[in-house]
């Protein structure tokens, strides 16, 4: 894709909330991008905007790195009915996460609150690396990829 093509797909995506302040190079490599809510700029990758991800202070589904957080894990079952665990970091109720059928769907295993969102995304990839051998690669059946998802609750 070209810069123009990505920054078209983005101001689509995002409904013209997102402006690229820097130029598309490889859809891997970050990119300078400012929250048109909040003003925030960060550096995301142009992959990342293209799935949907946008301001982590605004974004209902991000977090801010600046505010307290929460490390939760959630079970579910997969489609093919095996035990799944979800691992992430919210700045809201953990609880509250996820829109209603999906939350209906899983059960909050633990939850952690950290004083900041960058200390609960810290300790969130210290225990994916931890627990590298009980990634789970395969579909979920909710919205969320299997990147934070682990065969077993890594805390128990």
Known sequence: MTHEEV??????IHEGTIT???RFTTSMDRIEARCEGCGGVWRPTATRLLQGH???HCNRKGYS???PAWLYCFR??????IPLFKVGVTNRDPLKRYELPERQRM??????????GALARDAERQ???DHAGLRYRGP?????????????????
């Open 7 to 12: 920054e078209a797909r983005v101001r689509e």
């Open 20 to 22: 690229l302040l820097g």
């Open 54 to 56: 946008g301001c982590g």
């Open 65 to 67: 790195p600046l505010l």
């Open 76 to 81: 579910f079952a997969s489609p093919d009915g």
């Open 107 to 116: 059960a909050l295993c633990w939850s952690r609150l950290f004083d900041t």
């Open 127 to 129: 225990l994916l690396q």
């Open 140 to 156: 979920t059946g909710f919205s969320f990829s299997d990147a934070e998802v682990l065969l077993a609750d890594p805390m128990a």
